[in-house]
């Protein structure tokens, strides 16, 4: 499986708006559940949300009602869209589609 590629990090204010995105192959997205994890500094990893191969998503807790995780097939393009950003959820994110991992890519939120 070719690692997948995660972009679409950087500095946001608290209340506001980032679009990750993972590229992957389109078979894994066909095989796999694909999930959007995160790991801030001095924590382990948590799960932030998943999409099923059919298309169900679960989320954490912590992120329901402001986070969207989505796939585009034609693309071979996971997303994960976050809105009202806060202070805790500033982490590097990593996509995981099995069984590789991504190399993350760095959210900052803060005023």
């Known amino acids: 499986q070719v690692q997948p590629v995660e972009s679409g990090g950087g500095l946001v204010q608290p209340g506001g708006s980032l679009r990750l995105s993972c590229a992957a192959s389109?078979?894994?997205?066909?095989?796999?559940?694909t999930a959007w994890h995160r790991q801030a500094p001095g924590k382990e990893r948590e799960s932030v949300a998943t999409?099923?191969?059919?298309?169900?998503?679960i989320y954490a807790d912590s992120v329901k009602g402001r986070f969207t995780i989505s796939r585009d097939n034609a693309k071979n393009t996971v997303y994960l869209q976050m809105n009202s950003l806060k202070p805790e959820d500033t982490a590097v994110y990593y996509c995981y589609v099995p069984p590789r991992w991504g190399q993350g890519t760095q959210v900052f939120v803060s005023s």
């Open positions: 389109r078979s894994a997205f066909s095989i796999y559940d």
């Open positions: 999409i099923t191969r059919g298309g169900t998503t």
